[in-house]
């Protein structure tokens, strides 16, 4: 279940209301590769399998503080193409999009690629998991650097903002995800995981039956 | 639209900032006392902070988890991604 908050994470903002270029690479992380769709799907859906209850507790959270980007980088993406005109579209190479879209939202990378779920994994080995989630949020880390970059070429030092506080979330993910990770690594080295059906420190005992 | 709806907004974005940075370090460090003890202060400062935005204003979570009171105002303009914050500053 999910109860939705009307506001955003983090007071976000553009200076220009027309800068279709800007928006162009931003919408990476809409629906890109290392996006923040990928990142929080990756989450929610791989928690299902966790072995303990703080990986279980952690991928829900961060899980539903990816959504809460996606809908910062669709604030910006928005607002950066919602005065735009026709000319300022096709000038930013935006015409495929607009084309398919108009200025509505839809999940692709900078290229217009469409998001795939192939972008994703689920191993159902939580050690395994854990390390991709990590990779993720570093991949995630260097793309707001990039993007951060041509934010600031653009001179769209409200854009600049918002993207350092997303850049700043992924480093505090990996570190909660490197802490997972660690105690993935006590759980499993435990004598009781020898036996598949053995004694689980987490579960309430009457639960079993 | 009111500033004072802005500014509450801002507010309950800051505390709600230092609760979910808390929320996720806990789910990791779950016997910390200190984070839970800092949680909770903050956590009273946010409930505080979103009771008095939702009787001026408007429900900020659906579903009845938030505080109705001024009619069903929910559906009420301005969605999360029509304000741009950066105009809002000038
Ligand atoms: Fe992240």
Known sequence: MWVYQKMLQYPAGTVSTCNPKLAKAIITQYGGPDGELAASLRYLTQRYTMPIPEAKAALTDIGTEELAHMEIVATLVYNLVKDANVEQIIAAGMEGYYADHDKALYFVNGDGVPWTAAYIQSKGDPITDMHENMAAEQKARSTYEYLIQIANAHGDHAVTDALRFLWQREIVHFQRFGEVLNLLHDYYSRDHIFEMRGWNPYKVPDAEK | ?90
Not at chain 2, 42 to 53: P, R
């Open chain 2, 1 to 90: 639209m009111d500033t004072r709806y802005f500014e509450m907004l801002r507010r309950i974005m800051e505390l709600q900032f230092i609760t979910l940075e808390l929320n996720l370090f806990l789910d990791t460090h779950p016997n910390d006392e200190r984070a839970l003890c800092d949680f909770k202060a903050a956590q009273d400062a946010l409930m505080q902070a979103i009771h008095e935005f939702e009787r001026a204003f408007n429900p900020l979570f659906s579903f009845g988890v938030g505080h109705v009171e001024n009619g069903w105002n929910w559906i009420c303009d301005p969605w999360p991604w029509e304000i741009n914050w950066s105009q809002r500053r000038g």
